[in-house]
């Protein structure tokens, strides 16, 4: 199982980003996924994560400007989303994807996003 991490950059406070992870291998349907974070110097920080049933929960840092979606968890390759919107600069990090499918945990390669004027 592979995660493909992409979309992060430079972008200005106040602006938008969407990073996609795209999972490739996977032969059981997704039970988790989510999106954690490490700025520099800092722990990995939960930022998002979503189970099969339905249940979402946002970390208290992004609630209602971060949004996480996905093509099918039970699509050959799904994709997972993270649309970023008023990005502040102490968004920025690296963005790491994560899913969790028949009792195993996968990550993908991290995308680095920049908040800053």
């Known amino acids: 199982v592979q995660l493909q991490a992409s979309g992060g950059g430079l972008v200005q406070p106040g602006g938008s980003l969407r990073l996609s992870c795209i999972v490739s291998?996977?032969?059981?349907?997704?039970?988790?996924m989510g999106w954690y974070r490490q700025a520099p110097g800092k722990r990995r920080e939960f930022v998002v994560g979503s189970t099969r049933g339905g249940s979402t929960m946002y970390g208290d840092s992004v609630k209602g400007r971060f949004t996480i979606s996905t093509t099918s968890r039970d699509n050959a390759r799904p994709t997972i989303y993270l649309q970023m919107n008023s990005l502040k600069p102490e968004d920025t990090a690296v963005y790491y994807c994560?899913?969790?499918?028949?009792?195993?945990?996968?990550w993908g390669q991290g995308t680095k996003v920049t908040v800053s004027s």
């Open positions: 994560n899913i969790r499918a028949s009792e195993s945990n996968y």
């Open positions: 291998g996977i032969r059981d349907s997704i039970d988790y």
